[in-house]
């Protein structure tokens, strides 16, 4: 981790985000507040990290092709995919100007070449022209409140794509939403996700808010707050907007090299993934 991490970021907003963010308003700008650097300490847990590398594995080659990620945080995902692919040209963007602060920080402390922004993935439009060869987003449409914002998010993505162009999101995992009662510490990481309505998880409805969680080894907590979508919501958004090809895909073993195939962030991910892969094409 980059010895820049510990430095405060966060003093955006001088109020308590585990009070405000069940607005959805403030949940928008949720990881402008504390939890950000957390967030990060949370990237690095095995669990965590292999959720990242599958993703990154998922994507696969995107040597020489220009990538938008979308809802970007801290960068995870754009710097996995720069590292394996040195080629291709990479532009994150996230609506929290707090991770797009501590993105750049970590560009600036260990430059890369990737670029940030911030902004919003439901208003954004065509970033820096459009026409990309890839657009990713992992965990984004938890964030959408109403179908319509989820509408918004899909055709972002589309909109930012060249004809042909191909999408790979990582939307939350039906079972992992459904069984999601507190669990031991896996891979370095307890999570508790369920509705704020205090409905039991196996209930969780399609767009009811719900609370994650996440507890480190070292007691940190990070709370944050998202929606639920179902697996096949989200397909279905993407061929509303005229996405095609579009396919549910579970995180495997497969996807990364034999040797690495004990890893135990990997096989505590696969065992228990809070997402699944979800590709689409662009139609030509
Ligand atoms: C759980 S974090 C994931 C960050 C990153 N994709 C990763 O996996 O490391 C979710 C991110 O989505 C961002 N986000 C939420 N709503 C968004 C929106 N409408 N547009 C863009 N980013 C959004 C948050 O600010 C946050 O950084």
Redesign the pocket.
């Known amino acids: 981790m980059p010895t820049i991490l510990p430095v405060v970021y966060f003093k955006v907003k001088n109020m308590n985000a585990r009070e405000v963010v069940k607005s959805h308003q403030n949940l928008?700008y949720q990881?402008d507040n504390d939890i950000a650097d957390v967030?990060e300490e949370y990237?690095q847990t095995d669990y965590r990290r292999a959720a990242?590398e599958l993703f990154v594995a998922a994507v696969g080659d995107v040597e020489g092709q220009r990538v938008l990620?979308?809802?970007?945080?801290?960068g995870?995902?754009a710097r996995g995919l720069k590292q394996a692919y040195p080629s291709a040209s990479i532009l994150g963007?996230?609506?929290?100007s707090g991770?797009i602060a501590l993105a750049r920080e970590i560009e600036a402390a260990e430059p890369l070449g990737i670029q940030y922004l911030v902004?919003?993935?439901?208003t954004q439009g065509a970033v820096d022209g459009g026409n990309y060869d890839v657009v990713v987003?992992?965990?984004?449409f938890c964030?959408a409140k109403d179908k319509t914002e989820l509408r918004s998010?899909a055709q972002t993505c589309y909109e930012n794509l060249r004809p042909g162009g191909r999408l790979v999101l990582a939307v939350n995992n039906d079972v992992w939403t459904r069984t999601s009662i507190k669990r031991p510490y896996r891979a370095g990481v307890s999570i508790f996700q369920a509705p704020i309505s205090g409905r039991n998880p196996v209930d969780t409805q399609e767009g009811e808010q719900c609370q994650c969680n996440v507890k480190l080894a070292d007691g940190k907590t990070e709370t944050?707050w998202h929606y639920h979508w179902g697996e096949q919501t989200c397909l279905q958004m993407l061929e509303s907007v005229w996405f095609s090809q579009a396919k549910l895909e579970p995180f495997t073993l497969e996807l990364v090299p034999d040797s690495q195939r004990f890893d135990s962030g990997y096989t505590s991910f696969v065992d228990f993934p809070f997402s699944s892969i979800l590709p689409a094409w662009k139609p030509e």
């Open positions: 928008k990881y967030f990237l990242k990620e979308l809802s970007c945080g801290t995870a995902i963007s996230d609506i929290s991770m902004g919003d993935a439901m987003a992992h965990c984004l964030y998010m944050s």
